[in-house]
């Protein structure tokens, strides 16, 4: 378990250094940083004391060396389009995509699972039939699509959610949340709704596919002959079994959430990281780009090993051949 | 038994209908349903200036007097257009006939790019091995730990930092937008190429094709190649619903196609400041015109999966 934990340990490391080359080749090469800094009338002796200060002059593994050096202590530079510290702008934009993210995935997981569930137990009844043609739409339409149209149902239409902005927002100090006023918790409807169907869809698909496989075993048929009710076999020795793959993929699309998360806040102006980082693409804020990149990938990296650590906690068959290796 | 004496071999169409492919296609309706959508919007969109009514690019025939006309069966209409006009006076039905040729070509473009890519590494990985197969899978490993949507919009922005100020918008925006998504998506042709590369390599035919000495590059490319690309079809016919979708949702943040030669994504993009104020036409007709093509197409790559895959039958 220990040399386990470790090599994957070692693994993320080399994963986020890679990420972080890639975050520096850009930050360092894609357009000139001190044009960007600067204005039209400086002369070039001023450009040339600042390249100085700023260590542009240096070798390039010592400049890589420095940024990821102050990548770890979290500064990331000054951002060329708001001229404020990077990760002050992060830190700012980063409770919004959270809490839709994590409303989102709980949205998912808590619609998904037993309707993952029911399609496989009932496959022929007409709601099983509704569902899965609901997820294979859900599967096909592109995000911005469904937000626009919830925004044109629900905001233009009927006029009952608001369509964009996070409502009011209470201060607690060190995060700014939308989650305890009315106002707040209406605008996070449609967003978390649009953001979550298509995770939904995904695990919907992933349940049930697993449990028709595990309804078919000997065990389950096993449990059925001895007389247990069928909610405990369903559910204590089906849907348990089920639950390795399910944690798999709900983990990783966490990450993807986040990520997705991009296309969501632009639709409805959700003033999270996402939103920022599409201006940025827009504007080739890179600084942002490479710090909300290098984010992303630290973000991934952990969800990947929470999630194979989960793994080892949930099914013992990997604990005991995990020993072997 | 008894057709051994029979001489002329049955034409290609005959065969066709003899085939497992041809049956279950009959025998599926929505798959039917599917195909004859796809071949509709490929048609329309491949004869856009036959078909079209209107040309919505030419600017002398707009006229503001025609802007925002409603679709045909609503008040106030104009019979001339039968799902209304933009802002700026272009038939929408046009502007979706156009618009999706031009994401068709970029869906098309960019998944020949990334199919091209993805199988010439999946071929170098799989056959030289070692230290090579070990950097482009790294590579491959470390992309797929990401969405897609993120790497093309980096790519995007990276690429319009390094040639921004080079060439127009209008002229580079196809070629930034395959870049971004062929670069996004050739992971899965290089795994897939890769694995069945590994399994060939090992076969007879392509040691003797060593023994005779012939250049590696000559062996992967004219007796690995052919016998490897099975797979490939099938994603690549999912792939291009994907790349479509992807293509729209760059151009609807506005990092795509711009207005000026509208996609399917950036006319959703125009009709959305539009929403509000009533004129709903101009993003609901594109928006479902991009989900009915993005959804036939993944039904008949769904199909050909489960068609092609023989562990399912």
Redesign the interface.
């Given at each position: 378990m220990l040399a386990f934990t470790i090599r994957r340990l070692i693994q993320s490391i080399g994963?986020m250094l890679?990420?972080s080359l890639i975050a520096f080749v850009?930050f360092r090469f894609?357009?000139d940083p001190v044009d960007q800094m600067v204005g039209l009338e400086t002369t070039i002796e001023e450009r040339e004391i600042l390249r100085e200060q700023l260590g542009l002059n240096d070798a390039t593994p010592v400049q890589f060396l420095r940024f990821v050096g102050n990548a770890i202590q979290g500064d990331f530079g000054v951002s060329y389009q708001f001229k404020r510290p990077v990760a002050t702008i992060l830190g700012e934009r980063m409770p919004a995509t959270l809490e839709l993210a994590f409303v989102s995935a709980i949205l998912a997981l808590v619609a998904g699972i037993p309707m993952g569930v029911y399609t496989a137990l009932r496959r022929e009844s007409v709601l099983s039939k509704l569902f899965l043609m609901i997820s294979?739409?859900g599967?096909?339409?592109?995000?911005?699509?469904i937000g626009?149209?919830f925004?044109?149902l629900f905001?233009?239409v009927f006029q009952i959610l608001p369509?964009f902005g996070r409502g009011e927002i209470v201060d607690l100090g060190w995060w700014r949340t939308g989650l305890l006023t009315s106002s707040g918790l209406k605008a996070l409807i449609l967003p978390s709704i649009t953001l979550a169907l298509f995770q939904m869809t995904l695990i919907m698909r992933l349940v049930r596919s697993e449990m028709l496989e595990v309804l078919r075993t000997d065990y389950i048929k096993f449990c059925q002959a001895r007389g247990l009710r069928s909610r405990s076999v369903n559910f204590g020795h089906a849907l348990k079994n089920t639950l390795v793959p399910v944690i798999t993929i709900a983990g990783l699309q966490i990450?993807?959430l986040i990520?997705?998360a991009?296309?969501t806040e632009?639709v409805f102006q959700w003033p999270g990281m996402g939103l920022l980082?599409?201006q940025?693409?827009?504007n080739?804020d890179?600084p942002i780009?490479a710090a909300y990149?290098l984010l992303?990938?630290f973000l991934?990296?952990m969800i990947?090993m929470a999630v194979d650590m989960l793994y080892v906690v949930v099914d013992p068959r990997i604990r005991i051949g995990g020993g072997e290796e | 038994m008894s057709v051994v004496e029979q001489s002329d071999r049955p034409g290609f169409i005959a065969r066709m209908r003899d085939t497992d492919i041809w049956y279950s296609f009959v025998r599926n309706r929505i798959v039917m349903l599917a195909a004859f959508i796809t071949i509709v919007i490929f048609l329309g969109a491949l004869f856009a200036p036959l078909v079209a009514p209107h040309n919505p690019f030419d600017l002398a025939s707009l006229s503001l007097m025609d802007s925002l006309v409603p679709p045909a069966w609503m008040e106030e209409s104009d019979p001339r257009y039968l799902l209304g006009t933009d802002d700026q006076g272009r038939d929408i039905l046009s502007a979706i006939i156009y618009g999706a040729r031009i994401s068709l070509a970029v869906g098309f473009a960019s998944v020949a790019f990334a199919a091209v890519l993805g199988i010439s590494l999946g071929l170098l990985a799989g056959y030289l091995g070692g230290r090579t197969d070990a950097i482009i899978m790294?590579?491959a490993?470390?992309q797929l730990?990401?969405?897609s949507?993120?790497i093309a919009?980096?790519i995007?922005?990276?690429v319009?930092?390094?040639f921004?100020g080079q060439f127009s918008r209008e002229d580079s925006a196809f070629y930034v937008l395959v870049l971004s998504i062929g670069l996004s998506f050739w992971v899965q042709y290089a795994r897939t190429v890769r694995s069945s590369t590994l399994v060939e390599k090992n076969k007879e035919y392509v040691q003797a094709a060593r023994l005779i000495g012939l250049h590696p590059i000559k062996i992967m490319l004219r007796h690995v190649l052919p016998n490897v690309t099975g797979p490939v079809l099938v994603i690549a016919t999912i792939n291009l619903?994907l790349a479509i979708?992807t293509e729209?949702?760059l151009s609807?943040?506005?990092?795509g196609i711009p207005s000026t030669q509208p996609s399917l994504g950036t006319l959703?993009r125009i009709g959305?400041d539009f929403?509000?104020s009533g004129e709903?036409w101009i993003?609901?007709f594109p928006?479902i015109a991009?989900?009915v093509l993005?959804?036939a197409i993944?039904l008949l790559g769904d199909w050909l999966r489960d068609v092609l895959n023989p562990r399912l039958r």
């Open positions: 994963v890679v990420v850009m894609v357009g294979l739409i599967v096909s339409l592109p995000t911005f699509l626009i149209l925004i044109f905001a233009v369509s990450g993807s990520a997705f991009i296309i632009t980082f599409l940025a693409v827009q080739v890179i780009m990149l992303i990938a991934f990296v990947n | 790294r590579i490993d470390v730990t990401f969405p949507i993120l919009l980096l995007d922005g990276s319009r930092g390094i921004g619903a979708i729209a949702t609807f943040l506005g990092v959703i959305n929403l509000f709903w993003t609901i928006g991009l989900a993005a959804l993944n």
